[in-house]
């Protein structure tokens, strides 16, 4: 059992470079989503799935596309790179909806030249 | 919309238990409340859950009073290894979307 994982762990792009973030857990979890963490800052949340084929935007999604094209994966693209998108990306994953517990991943360190 | 207001930082000494309060409004009310730990350059790790009066687990209690309004993580005789970042988290009662506190940095010391 894996757990969440992520990669790469860390990516250096050039501005206007496209690229997709990869996550992937196996606990047959529903609900997965992305959030963003900047230096010393907390967590905010980019898109959100609470199943298959189903995504909503979360608070800063602006940048960022998602596909839910099956349980297990859940991966966020960048269309055009920005610098403003420097930032550590985490996914995670949980069994519901709500506040409960969520699982994880290592994140992915991504630089923006 | 639910807020959520934490101390930004606190410090304390090993062996000495810290209380960290997270003050919460508009919080769903079938939802639980939850508290993460983060240590540099990891993701969070959950630490506990609870829905109301107090819980406890091998490693914190955590209370919540009947107006759902505040939670407060307790965390029995630190340690060195407890220096991180705690985080609250809840559930919004008009769009249920979950809101993370911005975190309290603990700093434990010698």
């Known amino acids: 059992n894996a757990g969440v994982t992520q990669t790469p762990k860390f990516q250096v792009l050039k501005t206007g470079q496209s690229m997709t973030l990869q996550c992937a857990q196996d606990m047959n979890h529903e609900y997965m989503s992305w959030y963003r963490q900047d230096p010393g800052m907390g967590l905010r949340l980019i898109h959100y799935?609470?199943?298959?084929?189903?995504?909503d935007q979360g608070e800063v999604p602006n940048g960022y596309n998602v596909s839910r094209s099956t349980t297990e994966d859940f991966p966020l693209r960048l269309l055009s790179a920005a610098p403003s998108q420097t930032s550590v990306y985490f996914c995670?994953?949980?069994?519901?909806?709500?506040?409960?517990?969520?699982?994880f991943g290592p994140g992915t360190r991504l630089l923006v030249l | 919309l639910a807020k959520t207001t934490q101390p930004i930082s606190m410090d304390s000494y090993e062996g000495q238990e810290v209380n960290i309060t997270c003050s919460h409004n508009?919080?769903?009310?079938?939802?639980?409340i939850t508290w993460y730990q983060q240590f540099p350059s990891q993701g969070p790790r959950f630490i506990i859950q609870?829905?109301?009066?107090?819980v406890t687990n091998e490693v914190a209690s955590l209370f919540i009073p009947a107006d759902r309004k505040s939670s407060t993580l307790s965390l029995p005789r630190v340690s060195l290894s407890d220096t991180a970042v705690y985080y609250c988290l809840v559930g919004d009662d008009s769009n249920y979307q979950l809101i993370w506190g911005a975190g309290t940095k603990l700093i434990i010391k010698p």
């Open positions: 995670a994953s949980s069994y519901g909806t709500g506040a409960e517990t969520q699982y």
């Open positions: 508009n919080i769903a009310t079938n939802d639980y």
């Open positions: 799935s609470v199943g298959a084929g189903i995504t």
């Open positions: 609870g829905y109301k009066t107090k």
